[in-house]
């Protein structure tokens, strides 16, 4: 499973292309952004497996 220290980078990444490409899809990108690293933040083991 990938850590947050690989996700947020990818993202960040993913979203700089994107905007680039199609800067009418900046609002509703950051928007997903910021709701998965508040989920992440408010629920810190979602994204790891039970068995760890």
Known sequence: M???VV???L????IGI????????L???IAIYLI????VGLFPNLLT???H
């Open 36 to 39: 998965f690293i508040g989920l």
């Open 11 to 14: 993202a960040a990444l993913l």
């Open 2 to 4: 990938f850590s947050m």
């Open 7 to 9: 996700i947020q980078p």
């Open 27 to 29: 609002n509703y990108l």
């Open 49 to 51: 497996s039970p068995g």
């Open 18 to 25: 994107l905007i680039l490409i199609l800067p009418r899809l």
